[in-house]
């Protein structure tokens, strides 16, 4: 079962390095701008209440003696000295000591504004003291202070600085990538590539020895692998060359035994068709047939095993002889007109009179896949059923010819487990088959090979009890 990955799961190490590269470097500016600021607005606090304390002190001895005499002018320079020299006072307000006010004078920043407007900004406080002579309350200054400007000196500042310290932050970054590249990256890379190569069946390499020591150990390991298998493969291909001998020398043994078995074969046959040709009483004719019969069937196994053999042991050679293919067709339909004839069954010829039929190549090999095939639908069709037998020619061009010939039967049918191996050597369906049917299980895997050997293909359309259709395709050149 494969598990579901999440982002990071999916990332390549050079994808992860960068990520984690970027997230350290707005981490650590995110830090630094936040001491910063909180540092610096800290020590603003305590600027403003140090300037709070000594800008009452600074009123009190400026304006004592200008509320004492009314001296309006006076009052003003003094009062428009806090806004102008201290930078974080936008306004200041002078009242005497019945509250009225006798002088206001603000940033041109605000100006125009009502004094008790000012206050509803964020960032602005308002501080107030008494203004005494000789320990007697004569009047009262108020300020507006705002930390405007400093906040948004300090922002500029905390921009300019993780700016820095972001270029500073990527040039660290973009070297320590490449150190990483070169020591982790690349090695990886190198052994990803090896063990795509081993995967994909290519061990006639070795992968590069890494000098980094966990790499090293991984380049090692692949290696000593790859070793292994080759090894293991020069020692199949050992097992699998002394198979291959042992095989040949098992086919070459049955066909010679099959050939030596052939020729006192022969010999029975003739001499009981000999002796069948002479004078005899009705028993000795009888039992005489059926030796002959008996020797005939075994005369056909003999010759289905000495093909076979043949065939393995890559030693049957195809002829090339100009033939007629319905001379052919027709051979084959009366050789097995009598056993069709014994179980009824209606056996059919059919192709196109028009067609011309003379080809080149091995006519003994094609009749021998016919008549197994046509044999087969006989064998394996009940009392009056139908046994057709099908050439078409489906392409004609170059001076060669596709042929397409269908046996079509309606007989037991085959099982569809059974189609796969249909065409291996012994795949009777089943034992009953032999014991009801007779044959080796030889016929269709011979037709098969001598097929494949003449660059064509076979194969079998079937249901069960509804009848089979087994079809061939070859292609031919044209005969004279
Ligand atoms: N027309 C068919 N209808 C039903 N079953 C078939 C047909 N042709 C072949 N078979 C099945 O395929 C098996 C293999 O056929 P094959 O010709 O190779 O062997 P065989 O006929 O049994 O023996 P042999 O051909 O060596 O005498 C048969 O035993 C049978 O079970
Ligand atoms: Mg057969």
């Given at each position: ?30 830090l ?13 606090e ?16 400026l304006l004592?003696?200008?509320i ?5 002018n ?5 009062a ?16 005497d ?19 008790k ?7 602005r ?9 000789n ?9 507006i ?5 400093f ?29 990483l ?11 990803v ?11 006639q ?5 890494e000098?980094v020591l966990e790499?090293?150990?991984i ?19 050992r097992?699998?060359?002394k ?7 098992k086919?070459?043994f049955?066909?010679t ?13 003739g ?8 004078e005899?009483?009705?028993d ?26 043949k ?8 002829e090339?002889l ?16 009598l ?13 196109a009179?028009?067609e ?27 009392e009056?059923g139908?046994?057709h037998?099908?050439l078409?020619?489906?392409d ?10 269908e046996?079509?039967?309606?007989g ?28 080796t ?5 011979i037709?098969k ?32």
């Amino acid at each position: 079962m494969t598990k579901s990955k999440n982002f990071f799961e999916k990332l390549s190490i050079t994808q992860e390095l960068i990520i984690s590269v970027i997230a350290v470097i707005f981490l650590m500016i995110s830090l630094l701008g936040f001491i910063v600021a909180k540092a610096l607005i800290k020590s603003n606090e305590e600027k403003i209440a140090w300037q709070k304390k000594s800008n009452l002190q600074i009123a009190t001895s400026l304006l004592a003696d200008p509320i004492w005499t009314v001296d309006t002018n006076n009052i003003k320079n003094a009062a428009s000295t806090f806004v102008r020299d201290d930078n974080q006072i936008i306004a200041v307000r002078v009242l005497d000591e019945y509250g009225d006010i006798l002088v206001e004078s603000r940033d041109h920043s605000v100006a125009g504004i009502e004094f008790k407007e000012l206050l509803k900004t964020k960032n602005r406080f308002l501080d107030a003291g008494d203004i005494k002579r000789n320990n007697e309350k004569i009047g009262s200054i108020e300020f507006i202070y705002s930390t405007q400007k400093f906040n948004d000196e300090l922002t500029w500042l905390i921009i300019k600085l993780g700016f820095s310290f972001f270029l500073v932050g990527l040039g660290f970054g973009l070297i320590i990538l490449w150190r990483l590249k070169k020591t982790i990256t690349e090695p990886v890379n190198r052994i990803v590539e090896g063990s795509k190569k081993i995967a994909e069946g290519n061990y006639q390499f070795q992968v590069e020895e890494e000098y980094v020591l966990e790499f090293q150990q991984i380049a090692q390991a692949l290696n000593v692998a790859i070793r292994a298998i080759n090894e293991r493969d020069l020692e199949l291909k050992r097992q699998i060359i002394k198979a291959e001998l042992a095989t040949k020398a098992k086919s070459n043994f049955v066909s010679t035994m099959s050939h030596e078995i052939r020729t006192p074969l022969n010999a029975i046959i003739g001499l009981t068709e000999l002796t069948l040709d002479s004078e005899l009483t009705g028993d000795q004719r009888d039992n005489l047939e059926t030796a002959k019969l008996s020797a005939d069937s075994l005369l056909s196994i003999i010759n289905d095993i000495l093909d076979f053999s043949k065939i393995e042991a890559g030693r049957l050679e195809l002829e090339t002889l100009d033939f007629d293919m319905i001379d052919v067709l027709q051979e084959c339909e009366r050789i097995l007109s009598l056993s069709a004839k014994k179980k009824s069954i209606g056996l059919r010829l059919y192709f196109a009179l028009e067609e011309n039929y003379l080809f080149k190549g091995d006519p003994f090999r094609i009749k021998q896949i016919l008549l197994n095939l046509i044999n087969n639908a006989i064998k394996f069709t009940p009392e009056g059923g139908e046994v057709h037998v099908r050439l078409d020619i489906i392409d004609r061009n170059n001076s060669a010819a596709l042929l397409r010939f269908e046996v079509q039967d309606t007989g037991i049918g085959i099982d569809k487990n059974k189609m796969e191996n249909l065409f291996e050597a012994f795949s009777q369906e089943d034992q009953s088959t032999t014991r009801k049917f007779g044959g080796t299980g030889l016929g269709l895997s011979i037709s098969k090979r001598l097929i494949d050997l003449m660059g064509g293909m076979i194969g079998v359309d079937s249901e069960v009890n509804v009848g089979s259709t087994f079809w061939f395709q070859i292609r031919l050149k044209e005969g004279k």
